[in-house]
């Protein structure tokens, strides 16, 4: 099976504007997650999508925002950039969404968007 | 809060040691706890996971993980190092959501693992 794929793989837009990053998870999942990787905060979670609805959210300002797809693909908007949103974005997918028997589904992981913002 | 602690920045090893890679975690219920790898310029790797059963997980390229109750740890092993297995590694434990049901990955700052030759 194909991994989990992200486009584009790098991005430099300015402040202000705004910019779309895609996923297409693993054939198969329906739960896609996104992640933000910075060097300062770590690994943190944005969203969580199962079934085209927004099923978790991290702590992050409504400027972020997703949505998925019939297919399961899924897309998340930035809009008016800053600075502090230069970071690799990571898209995963998995499984099983809403089940507490699935809890030990592991996430595989796309290979990130580098966005830097200047 | 449910939370992962990863409480050294920088591991360094010799090639050929044993490598341990430190984690502890806290959360409520049963822990739900996993090992992943992330190469420079990449993606993370799922290594390994602990649902329930043996305390001893293996997984893949040759790692394995301890899982500890009493002490609430999640160390990760490998008797033998490589070069190739210099990363940074990352400890998470699974979130639960209202209910109980399936909730984001909560991750360690991350272990940066340097094997030297």
């Known amino acids: 099976k194909a991994g989990v794929t992200q486009t584009p793989r790098y991005l430099i837009k300015t402040r202000g504007q705004q910019v779309t990053l895609s996923c297409s998870p693993i054939?198969?999942?329906?739960?896609v997650s996104w992640y933000q990787q910075t060097p300062g905060q770590g690994l943190q979670f944005l969203f969580e999508?199962?079934?085209?609805?927004?099923?978790n959210k991290g702590n992050f300002p409504g400027r972020f925002s997703g949505r998925q797809f019939s297919n399961s693909r899924s897309e998340m908007n930035v809009s008016t950039l800053e600075l502090g949103d230069s970071a690799l974005y990571l898209c995963?997918?998995?499984?099983?969404?809403?089940?507490?028997?699935?809890?030990?589904?592991?996430?595989?992981f796309g290979p990130g968007t580098r966005l830097t913002v200047t | 809060a449910q939370s992962v602690a990863q409480p050294e920045d920088q591991v360094n090893v010799a090639e050929g040691n044993p490598l341990t890679v430190k984690c502890t975690y806290s959360?409520?219920?049963?822990?739900?706890l996993f090992w992943y790898v992330q190469y420079p310029n990449r993606g993370l790797q799922f290594l390994l996971k602990?649902?329930?059963?043996?305390?001893l997980v293996k997984g893949s390229y040759g790692f394995e993980a301890e899982f500890n109750k009493s002490q609430t740890s999640f160390h990760l092993k490998k008797p033998s190092a490589l070069v190739s297995d210099s990363a940074l590694y990352f400890c998470?434990?699974?979130?639960?959501?209202?209910?109980?049901?399936?909730?984001?990955?909560?991750f360690g700052k991350g272990t940066k693992l340097s094997v030297k030759p």
């Open positions: 602990y649902i329930t059963g043996d305390n």
């Open positions: 999508y199962f079934s085209e609805t927004q099923r």
């Open positions: 998470a434990v699974r979130a639960r959501n209202y209910g109980g049901s399936q909730g984001n990955l909560i």
């Open positions: 959360v409520s219920g049963n822990p739900y």
């Open positions: 054939s198969g999942h329906r739960s």
């Open positions: 995963a997918s998995s499984l099983a969404f809403g089940d507490r028997r699935r809890l030990g589904y592991e996430q595989y």
